[in-house]
């Protein structure tokens, strides 16, 4: 389903996870079911040199994977955690490259971030908000084509099977515009 308001795109699954407010946070609930979906809200970037971060509570489990995207008309770039090695938080160029060092122990949440500085991505991740080390990857902004938009989304891959119900939670979306451009 998409639906789509004045200068904003939000694109919502009928699939789940479904997102619901919860405590004034975006709370995804995942399903138990053997079947790939993926939820995002995403809206345009701005032609500008922008950061995008969010918190993100989260334990992934078979196949479920959360964090931010930014998709363009050719290709996706995002900073996921998900259950990759034992778990990880991994930047993906999908279908091109990744980077994923290990995730904190026992999951605690993390602060994500992409950042578009002189049209490269760049993602890096933080457990206390103040240390950001990169995440090893660096993407164009071009290579992702025409179009941007940025987000969050939440997923499952078909490979999953466990009888656990995780959930993401969202604490928070924030954008920094640092330097507008003409368009």
Known sequence: MVDSLPGRRRVVSLELPLPIWECGSL??????????YSTSLLRPAPAADWTISTRLDFKSVDGTSAGLTVNGSRSHFRVIRWDLDGGSITAEHLGHLQGNP?????QPPV?????CRKGMLISSFSR???KYPELPLQVPAAALGDRLEFGIEAARSTWGGSSEFPSARFSYFHLNVEQLQNH
Do not use: V
């Not at 709370?27 to 790939?36: D, G």
């Not at 290990?102 to 026992?106: A, S």
């Not at 602060?111 to 950042?115: A, K, M, N, P, V």
């Open 128 to 130: 206390d908000g103040l």
């Open 27 to 36: 709370l995804f609930l995942f399903s138990a079911r053997e079947k790939t």
């Open 111 to 115: 602060e994500l971030r992409i950042e």
């Open 102 to 106: 290990r995730d904190y122990g026992g």
